[in-house]
């Protein structure tokens, strides 16, 4: 079942555009990353599919409910982190989520029940009466999310909500958003930081000048892009050529590289090989000190996709 369903999706500004219609589904249950670089038009499709702006062209179902026709059933299923802090800093954290909670219509028992299950999930239960601007930066992003999780969203939207913290905090916050995701939360989550996408993603859709130009799970765009691994064995022993023959009939192989006491193996499925390579080693008497697979990143996949690097 899909949870978001975009139709050529798309938004000008003028006579620019930003968002080129763009296609794109999320399963529910699924983390679901849209990475790319500032200006790349993520934070114009996160606007839209929030029902925050009108698509210029094309539609989006979110839930089952068009973003055009049913907005308002949109808005009630959804929960937005955006990239700036909306907190009100003169109030405590529980001040602040209890206004929001206010906003989304819940009162009384249900209102406190909710903002002490946001506080323990983000773990920040025993600061809740500090004030938000005696916050860190990283702990007013956890408020941040919060905030977002309070109607039980069926699906959670994040606009690049590690901006801006320490690398501490944003471990916390990836940790985080994996607990909610193990728990059944569908994610939408968008991000100029590689690690952090490749962290929490099962899809990615990589985007840059308001199109997107790849999209599959990390393993799918490695293959689109012919980026291989290399598995490196460093041995005991000397390596004799005649083994190449036999390494070479693994399907997978694309390339083999010996040296004296070390070989080198490119394939697209480093993994998948490496125990049959071994195998072979160890049959022909050659003894494996250590090994080491060097897979391509989404660095990497970016840079062969576009010709440059992620800019800031």
Excluded at 193 to 205: G, N
Aim: proline share 3%; aromatic share 6%.
């Amino acid at each position: 079942m899909n949870v978001v369903e975009t139709k050529n999706l798309t938004k000008f500004y003028g006579k620019e555009c930003a968002v080129d219609k763009i296609n794109f589904s999320i399963k529910k249950g699924e983390i679901f990353g849209l990475l790319g670089p500032n200006g790349a038009g993520k934070t114009t499709t996160v606007s839209m599919l929030s029902c925050l702006i009108k698509p210029t062209d094309g539609d989006a179902i979110i839930c089952g409910y068009s973003i055009l026709s049913k907005s308002l059933d949109v808005k009630k299923r959804i929960g937005v982190v955006p990239q700036d802090i909306a907190l009100y800093p003169t109030l405590t954290a529980k001040e602040n989520l209890i206004f929001w909670g206010q906003m989304y219509g819940f009162y009384g028992k249900d209102l406190k029940s909710r903002v002490d299950k946001v506080l323990e999930i983000v773990s920040l239960k025993d600061r809740q009466n500090d004030l938000i601007k005696k916050y860190s930066g990283g702990m007013k992003r956890r408020i941040n999310i919060a905030v977002g999780l309070l109607a039980s969203p069926e699906l959670l939207i994040l606009d690049e909500p590690t901006v801006g913290v320490d690398p501490q905090s944003r471990i916390n916050i990836l940790e985080t958003l994996k607990n909610l995701n193990s728990n059944g939360l569908t994610i939408l989550y968008t991000s100029h930081y590689m690690e952090e996408v490749e962290f929490l993603c099962k899809t990615i859709a990589i985007m840059d000048l308001g199109k997107i130009i790849a999209l599959g799970s990390l393993n799918e765009l490695r293959i689109l892009v012919g980026e291989k691994d290399k598995i490196i064995f460093s041995t005991i022993n000397d390596i004799k050529e005649d083994i190449k023959y036999k390494i070479s009939k693994i399907q997978e192989v694309d390339k083999i590289n010996i040296f004296e006491k070390s070989l080198e193996v490119l394939t697209l499925q480093g993994r998948k090989i490496l125990p049959e390579v071994t195998k072979i080693l160890w049959d022909e008497g050659i003894r494996v000190k250590s090994v080491e697979i060097k897979e391509p990143d989404l660095e990497t996949l970016f840079l062969s996709l576009t010709g440059k690097t992620l800019r800031e």
